[in-house]
């Protein structure tokens, strides 16, 4: 397990921000902590990062105890604050050098920045000072900050906002390309993010877990009824469809489309081929919609 955190509760004087949380995160997962604006994500990360100790309750990072071998912690992590300081004035290699330094890698240094700098995609802008970048191009001298010693877990608080559709992507694209071979946790807003790129989801909400799946099982998971979207070639007599056993209602989407509602747990679709069989109906699609993660994440976390 790379990370694993146990009951952890974070009190800010009366205010508790994280009440009782636990979770695990396997290695080289991809997982994303989401929840809306106060819900404890940038104080759960704060904590796994050793920058401020919970009220209660204990996280292990690689094995690793962040009250007793936080130095071991912080050697493990690379970690993308949300409002990440840089220095504006600096060029970004030299940076990128600067922060190497920090980390003493000494003779390797040069070498490990021209590959974070190829890595992170900053080639023809590694010459240009860090104010005259583009926040999406910032963002990546911020990755590549994290990423310079190698550590196993990169964590990343809202990596995407405040970029544009274009730069967005390509920060998507780059997370996804450093989660192949690391340990990624990443908090967002944006259910579509997670969707985008998370293998396992953990939904937030007042400073409780409200949802831990894998992002795939989430999305199949259906909160009231199942959905189902059915095309027949020809128009065909809906009274027949609703006498079908499950069947709970029907929308007509066009003359010959149709997204039927059924009771929890029961596929209709065996039912309808067969009155499709016997009516001589020929369908063109049938499929069981699946729930989209915000819809599921708006009930998970409304009051
Ligand atoms: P998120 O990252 O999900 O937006 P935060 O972890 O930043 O949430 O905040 C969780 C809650 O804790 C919020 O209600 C916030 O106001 C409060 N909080 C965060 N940091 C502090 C702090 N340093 N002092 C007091 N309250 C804080």
Not at 126 to 146: D, E, F, N, P, T
Not at 286 to 294: A, N, T, Y
Request: proline content about 3%; some cysteine.
């Amino acid at each position: 397990m790379s990370i694993q955190v146990r009951d952890v509760t974070k009190l800010y004087g009366e205010q508790k921000a994280l009440d009782n949380v636990s979770f695990d995160i396997r290695k080289g997962e991809i997982a994303g902590l989401l929840g809306p604006n106060g819900a404890g994500k940038s104080t759960m990360m704060k904590i796994i990062t050793c920058f401020i100790p919970p009220t209660k309750g204990n996280v292990s990072v690689c094995g690793f105890d962040i009250f007793d071998q936080s130095i071991e912690v912080r050697r493990k992590i690379g970690y993308l604050p949300e409002h990440n300081p840089l220095y504006l004035e600096m060029y970004v290699k030299e940076f990128l050098e600067f922060v190497a330094g920090i980390y003493k890698l000494g003779k390797n240094k040069h070498q490990r920045v021209d590959e974070m700098i190829e890595m992170v995609g900053l080639t023809k802008e590694y010459k240009k000072k860090i104010g005259a970048l583009s926040k999406g191009y910032r963002q990546r001298v911020g990755i590549a900050q994290a990423l310079i010693h190698n550590p196993e877990v990169l964590i990343l608080d809202e990596p995407t906002s405040g970029l544009d559709p274009n730069q967005l992507e390509e920060i998507r694209s780059l997370i996804k390309t450093v989660g192949k071979t690391k340990t990624v946790i990443l908090s967002t807003h944006i259910m579509q993010e997670v969707e985008a790129i998370c293998e396992k989801v953990i939904i937030i909400n007042n400073g409780k877990i409200v949802a831990d799946e894998s992002t795939e099982k989430l999305t199949h998971f259906n909160l009231n009824d199942s959905r189902f979207y059915i095309e027949f070639e020809t128009e065909i007599n809906v009274d027949i469809l609703k006498k079908v056993e499950g069947v709970e209602s029907i929308v007509k989407l066009s003359p010959t489309s149709f997204s039927i509602i059924a009771r929890k747990g029961i596929d209709i679709r065996h039912q309808i081929f067969q009155q499709a069989i016997d009516h001589k109906w020929v369908v063109l699609t049938i499929r069981k919609e699946e729930e989209r993660l915000e819809k599921i994440f708006q009930q998970l976390t409304k009051e």
